[in-house]
């Protein structure tokens, strides 16, 4: 068995889900702003905000997973090749060491929709490496920030 390995992560809540950035994918983590529908979108995609004088897509992690709309409560921002994405979540809860084993924790987009999945590749699949970085946390794991 692999040594166990630290990372750091930025711990927040989706739904009733537990989730793990890398905090290397992560260039900011800001509260919500008021976000512009966009005709035609994909339903996780509630539309675009204006942050830092540019519109920047806003993806509705919880949407993408099948649940609910999400309180977009905060956003987090990830880069990609020329350019940022918004990745909105309910609820921030910090930045902390995970230790993971060589196992490691499974992928948050295990249980995502399939077809959204695919609407996502084929529309980012930039985007979509990013987010099958995320890990589904199990609530045990669940402690306060450092």
Do not use: H, K, Q, W
């Not at 918004?86 to 924790?105: T, Y």
């Not at 999945?117 to 402690?143: F, H, K, Q, Y």
């Amino acid at each position: 068995m692999d040594s166990p390995r630290r990372n750091l992560a930025f711990f927040c809540r989706v739904g009733p889900r537990l989730c793990a950035f890398p905090c290397a994918d992560i260039v900011e983590i800001m509260r919500g702003l008021p976000i512009s529908p966009v005709p035609g979108a994909p339903s996780f995609v509630p539309g675009v905000s204006i942050i830092r004088d540019v519109a920047t897509p806003v993806v509705d992690l919880a949407v993408l997973l099948g649940g609910d709309a999400s309180e977009l409560a905060y956003f987090v921002m990830v880069a990609l090749p020329g350019r940022r994405v918004a990745v909105a979540v309910d609820a921030a809860l910090g930045v902390r060491d995970l230790s993971i084993d060589g196992e490691g924790l499974p992928p948050l987009l295990r249980g995502a929709s399939p077809e959204l999945v695919s609407t996502m590749r084929a529309l980012d699949n930039e985007l979509l490496l990013v987010l099958r970085g995320i890990l589904d946390v199990p609530a045990e794991l669940e402690a306060p920030a450092a």
